[in-house]
C-alpha cells in the first residue's frame, strides 16, 4: 500500500501531478486504487472537472469525496485548496457505493447499504463512510446499518462547507448529492485497519436534563426552552451566526461509562436547537469546551498506539469545532501522525466510528484510521515531534492554545467548588439537622411525585407513619441529648431496614414518614413490621430498650396527599390505643 497526496488549486496542476512518471508506475502494479478528494466548497462543476481528470489517468479507480471545513494533506491543514489522497493497494480491492438520501427513510437507507455490503462483498476488513449529516438524520441511519453479525470497523465523516451547512456535498465516480451517503467497503484477507477516536472536551457548567425534543430537534432543557443555556452562559444570539458561535460548546452527554459530545447546528424561531446527532429525552448534560493540553495529551497516546502498528496509511476525520478551538495551533495535534505514515483527511460535521453491528455519529472528536496490507514491519523510529503546547520552551509558543488551556482549568476548578458549596446547601436545605434523614418539606415533594406517577401510570405506593412510644419520659428522665442520641440511632435502624427507593424523612419530634414506592397494603405491612422489630430489639444508649408504634396506608387514586396521610395518622392513633408497640394498617 503506497499513499500520495495532492494539495490541488488549479486543475492544470493536477494533470501534472498524476501524469507523472511515479503515479504512473505506481497505477500499474496496484490490484486496486482509491481517491479521495476533499473540496472546500459546495460546487460539484469542480467536483466533477476534478473527477474527470483523474478518471482519465485512473479508469479502474474508485473516486469519492465531499466538500469539507478544510482538508489534511501531509498532516497539515489546507482550507483554500482541494485535497486529493490516492492510496494504491497492493492485494486489498475497494468497492463504492452510494444512497440517495431522498429515497427513503434514513434507517431503511442503512439496511439497504448493509444488505447490499452483505451481499456483494466478501472479506470485508473495513466500511469509510461519507454523510450529509446536517440535512439527514444519520444516527437513524447508522441505526439501520448496525444490523450485521460482524465486528469490522466502520468510520468516515459528515461533509460540508462555511458558505453552505445546509447543502454539503458527496460523490463517488460521476455521481454527486447534496443529501446522502458514500460507502467505501475495503476488501480481502491481507488488509489491517484500526480505528480509534478521542474527544478532549471537559465539562464547564452544571449539569441540566432535556425535558422535551422532537427529532434533532431539543426543544426544552429544565422545562425551558433550550436555546435559553446558550443564551445564558455564553450570550450567543439567535441569528445567522448561531452555528459558528456554539460549535465550539457542544452538550456532554455519558451513555455506559462512556463520554459523548452532540454539537448543535442552528436555533430556530421558537428556540428549539437542531443536533448533529441523537440526543434523547431526559438525558442530563453539562456544556462542554475544548482543553488543548487534554487534546494533545490524548492525540500522543493515539499516535504512540498507531505507531506500534506501523501504518501505510493513516485517514483522519476531524470536527470542524477543533479547528475552530485550536486555530493557527491546529496542526499541532495533525502533524505528528504524518511523521508515521502519510496523513490525510478533512474536517468534518460529525464523526462515524464504531463497528459493523453498532456504529455511531460523534461530534467533536478526532477519528483517526491506520491502514495496512500483510503484516509488514518497519524499524521503529525514535521521533522527536514538535507538539508546542506541551514542551516547547518560548513563551509565547502557541500562545492561544496554552491560555484556553489555563482557562478551561479555572472556569473547570470554579465550576467544582460552585457545586461542592451548592450541593452542600441543597443537602442543608433538604435534610433534618440532627438525625440527616429527608425534612418535611423534602417528603412532600417526594409524595406529589409519587401521586402524579400514580395518577399517570397507576402505580401503587405506601407510607408508613413512625412514632417512638414514651418517647417524653426519655428527655424527662435522661435529658436532651441523650434523646438526641436515641432518634439518631433510631434512624439508623430505619434506614437499615427499607429499601434504596424508599425514603425516610422525620415528620416531626419523634415521629418519623417513610414512603414506599412500587407498595401496596401487605407489603407495607411487613415492612412496618419488621422496622417494629428492628427497634424492639435494639439496645439504645442508657436507655436500652425502646418500642415504636406504627401506621400504614396505601395512596387512592383521585385523594389529596393530605387525605393519605391523615389516614396513616388515625392508624397511628390506633396503633397508640391499643397499646403502643404495634403495627396499624388503614
Avoid at 451566526?241 to 461509562?257: H, Q, T, V, W
Avoid at 400514580?454 to 435529658?479: A, C, E, P, Q, T
Amino acid at each position: 500500500m503506497v499513499s500520495k497526496t495532492i494539495v490541488l488549486k488549479t486543475l492544470e496542476h493536477l494533470n501534472d501531478s498524476v501524469n507523472s512518471n511515479e503515479i504512473t508506475s505506481l497505477t500499474k502494479k496496484a490490484s486496486s486504487v482509491l481517491i479521495q478528494l476533499y473540496i472546500p466548497e459546495t460546487n460539484p462543476e469542480w467536483a466533477m472537472a476534478i473527477e474527470s481528470i483523474l478518471r482519465e489517468q485512473f479508469p479502474e479507480a474508485v473516486i469519492v469525496g465531499g466538500s469539507s471545513m478544510g482538508g489534511i494533506a501531509h498532516g497539515e491543514i489546507d482550507v483554500d485548496a482541494a485535497v486529493v489522497a490516492i492510496t494504491f493497494f497492493d492485494q486489498t480491492q475497494v468497492k463504492g457505493l452510494i444512497v440517495d438520501g431522498a429515497e427513503a427513510t434514513p434507517a431503511d437507507l442503512g439496511n439497504t447499504l448493509q444488505a447490499t455490503i452483505n451481499k456483494t462483498c466478501q472479506d470485508v476488513a473495513g466500511v469509510m463512510l461519507l454523510a450529509t449529516t446536517s440535512n439527514m438524520d444519520v444516527a437513524e441511519f447508522l441505526t439501520g446499518f448496525s444490523n450485521s453479525p460482524n465486528t469490522y470497523p466502520v468510520f468516515g465523516g459528515g461533509t460540508g462547507d462555511v458558505t453552505s451547512i445546509d447543502e454539503p456535498l458527496v460523490f463517488l465516480d460521476n455521481q454527486c448529492l447534496t443529501s446522502g451517503v458514500v460507502a467505501v467497503v475495503f476488501m480481502g484477507t491481507q488488509i489491517r485497519i484500526e480505528a480509534h477516536t478521542y474527544l478532549g472536551w471537559q465539562a464547564l457548567s452544571k449539569e441540566m436534563v432535556v425535558t422535551e425534543k422532537d427529532g434533532l430537534w431539543v426543544k426544552k432543557i429544565d422545562d425551558k426552552p433550550a436555546f435559553e443555556v446558550y443564551q445564558h452562559y455564553l450570550g450567543i444570539e439567535n441569528d445567522e451566526n448561531f452555528f459558528f458561535n456554539a460549535i465550539e460548546f457542544p452538550f456532554l452527554i455519558k451513555r455506559n461509562g462512556i463520554e459523548y459530545a452532540k454539537s448543535p447546528s442552528e436555533v430556530n424561531a421558537e428556540n428549539a436547537i437542531k443536533f448533529f446527532a441523537d440526543i434523547k429525552e431526559g438525558e442530563a448534560f453539562r456544556i462542554g469546551y475544548g482543553n488543548p493540553r487534554v487534546m494533545i495529551e490524548q492525540a500522543r497516546a493515539i499516535q504512540n498506539r498507531i505507531d506500534n502498528f506501523n501504518p501505510e496509511s493513516i485517514f483522519l476525520f476531524s470536527c470542524v469545532c477543533r479547528r475552530f478551538l485550536l486555530h493557527d495551533d491546529i496542526n499541532l495535534e495533525t502533524k505528528p501522525f504524518e511523521k508515521i505514515a502519510p496523513t490525510f483527511g478533512f474536517y468534518t460535521f460529525g464523526e462515524i466510528y464504531g463497528c459493523a453491528d453498532s456504529v455511531h455519529i460523534l461530534n467533536s472528536t478526532m477519528v483517526a484510521i491506520s491502514m495496512k496490507e500483510g503484516l509488514k514491519s518497519r524499524e521503529r523510529i525514535i521521533r522527536d515531534v514538535e507538539t508546542s503546547l506541551l514542551d516547547k520552551p518560548d513563551p509565547l509558543a502557541n500562545k492561544h492554545s496554552r491560555s484556553i488551556s489555563r482557562l478551561v482549568n479555572f472556569i473547570q476548578a470554579v465550576t467544582e467548588e460552585l457545586e461542592e458549596t451548592n450541593e452542600e446547601a441543597r443537602r442543608l436545605a433538604e435534610r433534618d439537622y440532627l438525625t440527616q434523614a429527608y425534612n418535611r418539606v423534602k417528603v412532600n415533594e417526594f409524595m406529589e411525585n409519587e401521586m402524579k406517577r400514580s395518577h399517570r401510570y397507576g402505580r401503587k405506593f405506601s407510607i408508613l407513619i413512625l412514632d417512638m412510644d414514651l418517647f417524653k419520659k426519655v428527655n424527662d428522665v435522661h435529658g436532651h441529648n441523650v434523646g438526641d442520641a436515641v432518634l439518631s440511632q433510631l434512624v439508623r435502624i430505619i434506614d437499615r431496614e427499607i429499601r434504596d427507593s424508599d425514603i425516610l424523612s422525620r415528620w416531626g419530634g419523634e415521629e418519623f414518614l417513610v414512603v414506599m414506592p412500587e407498595t401496596v397494603i401487605n407489603g407495607a405491612i411487613v415492612m412496618a413490621e419488621r422496622i417494629r422489630k428492628a427497634v424492639e430489639q435494639a439496645d439504645f444508649p442508657q436507655v436500652f430498650n425502646q418500642t415504636c408504634s406504627l401506621g400504614v396506608t396505601t395512596f387512592r387514586l383521585g385523594e389529596h396527599i393530605e387525605e393519605t396521610i391523615d389516614r396513616a395518622d388515625r392508624a397511628l392513633y390506633e396503633a397508640k390505643r391499643k397499646g403502643r408497640n404495634c403495627v396499624v394498617a388503614s
